[in-house]
């Protein structure tokens, strides 16, 4: 069994910091990208941010460029948004997703963390 566990969410003035973690466990042979995405009340999911398995491409959705930072620890298989100057537009809930292997012999799938409440007031 494969977990995704979020941690770091909360509620934060704006113009202030959060930093989220989002930590992979279970039977897992290789994970290939990682990525935040994060959900307003009424309004779809989105893509926050990924980033490839070696670290080395990052992509950021525009709303969000300059102002938070993707990065992982490939030996801790744990991938982290930085998030800096937040908006209260920023509010919603982030899910962490990655792209891995169970198994050498298996295809990637994809996986999700149960989400985090970020909060940020006005």
């Known amino acids: 069994q494969v977990q995704l566990v979020e941690s770091g969410g909360g509620l934060v003035q704006a113009g202030g910091s959060l930093r989220l973690s989002c930590a992979a466990s279970g039977r897992i042979f290789s994970i290939n990208a990682m990525g935040w995405h994060r959900q307003a009340p009424g309004k779809q999911r989105e893509l926050v941010a990924d980033?490839?398995?070696?670290?080395?491409?990052?992509n950021y959705a525009d709303s969000v460029k300059g102002r938070f930072t993707i990065s992982r620890d490939n030996a801790k298989n744990t991938v982290y948004l930085q998030m800096n100057s937040l908006k209260p537009e920023d509010t919603a809930v982030y899910y962490c997703?990655?792209?891995?292997?169970?198994?050498?012999?298996?295809?990637?799938?994809?996986?999700w963390g149960q989400g985090t409440q970020v909060t940020v007031s006005s």
């Open positions: 980033i490839t398995s070696a670290g080395r491409s990052t």
């Open positions: 997703a990655a792209k891995l292997q169970r198994t050498s012999w298996k295809s990637l799938e994809d996986y």
